[in-house]
């Protein structure tokens, strides 16, 4: 009788096992199939087509570590952990709110294995981009920041070139696509990729501001930062009204 038992257990767990073996599989090969389908939408996009933000998403969908963000789970604290232990995040969802923001900045305090984090679209707004700002004062290994439209308008700008001018020198990308910002904070971005510190010890290699409601007088600054700064190699302020004054100045420096 022990003997029928304990067979009876053990053939119990063995399809226990089995089962939650099946179950990995099955959602490995789920993931697989949409991550592929996904690589393949993107790969068909006319490249013409494509903002900085969706380029970089391009690039960083080939790349191995790659996490995309699941709209249905931004709210459960442990699944936006396990994400962060790759090298890429990416979230393309309109629901990342302001919450969810202050959840990926308390990730990125003492992250250490994070290299790109690019949230394509959103809400987290002002009070979400701040916080965020202030996890890179912290944070030494993220080399990318994409933030494409989420509501910004420039109250937080002034957190991120602090920042940057004071604290963070590792940041080798930063784009800032689709935000309406005032005058005040691209002259304070411009002001800022022309600080001594930034320009000297700072890594910034690739800077993008499209989109943003940058004018002519934001224009004529960037274009003097190009001339103090030397480090940086790439800049993009694609649609925004700089006029032939602002381009002037640009292509001078």
Partial sequence: ELQRLYRGHTARKLVRSMKDRYATLLQKNFRAHRDRKRVSYMRRTALSKETPTVRLMRMAAMELGCTWLASRFLSNREYLMDSFQGEVVVSETNLLGTPEAKVIAALLFKNRTLR??????????????????????????????????????????????????????TLENLILEGNK?????????????????????????????????????????????????KSLLRMDLSGNHIHCQGARVIFEN
């Fill in 181 to 229: 910002l005032s005058e005040e904070s691209a002259i304070l971005l411009g002001s800022t990729m022309s600080d001594f510190f930034v320009r000297n010890y700072g890594k910034l290699k690739s800077f993008t501001l499209c989109k943003a409601g940058v004018r002519r007088a934001s224009a004529e600054l960037f274009g003097k930062m190009l001339y103090m700064n």
């Fill in 116 to 169: 790109k984090l690019i949230i394509a679209r959103g809400r987290i707004g002002d009070e979400g981009m701040e916080v965020l700002a202030t996890a890179l004062q912290f944070n030494t290994v993220l080399e990318t920041l994409a933030i494409g439209p989420n509501n910004i308008t420039g109250k937080s700008i002034g957190e991120l070139c602090r920042v940057l001018q004071n604290h963070n020198f």
